[in-house]
């Protein structure tokens, strides 16, 4: 199983950001998928998840209404859109399915 994140970067407060994740060596298409994030100093927290058909997501109470959580089952990849940023996203996001986490991107949020 691989997960490999992309979509790093850095941001000012309010601005956007677009991560990805392509996932191989499972059927994508049967296993709801999570981002999760850690910033320093913190324990690693859910941030938001989708079921395998794209219809169920839930998320943290902390980026309700500025992120969205997406998936494409043809290209093996979800995808969490954050818009809104803030200091406090500042963090190492990671893609997790079930057992298996990604190597994690950078985001930076700060003017």
């Known amino acids: 199983v691989q997960l490999v994140e992309s979509g790093e970067g850095l941001v000012q407060p309010g601005g956007s950001l677009r991560l990805s994740c392509v996932a191989s060596?499972?059927?994508?298409?049967?296993?709801?998928m999570s981002w999760y994030r850690q910033a320093p100093g913190k324990e690693r927290e859910l941030v938001a998840s989708?079921?395998?058909?794209?219809?169920?997501?839930t998320y943290a109470d902390s980026v309700k209404g500025r992120f969205t959580i997406s998936r494409d089952n043809a290209k093996n990849t979800v995808y969490l859109q954050m818009n809104s940023l803030k200091p406090d996203d500042t963090a190492v996001y990671y893609c997790?399915?079930?057992?298996?986490w990604g190597q994690g991107t950078q985001v930076t949020v700060s003017s």
């Open positions: 060596g499972f059927i994508f298409s049967v296993y709801g």
């Open positions: 989708i079921d395998s058909a794209g219809v169920r997501r």
């Open positions: 997790f399915v079930p057992n298996y």
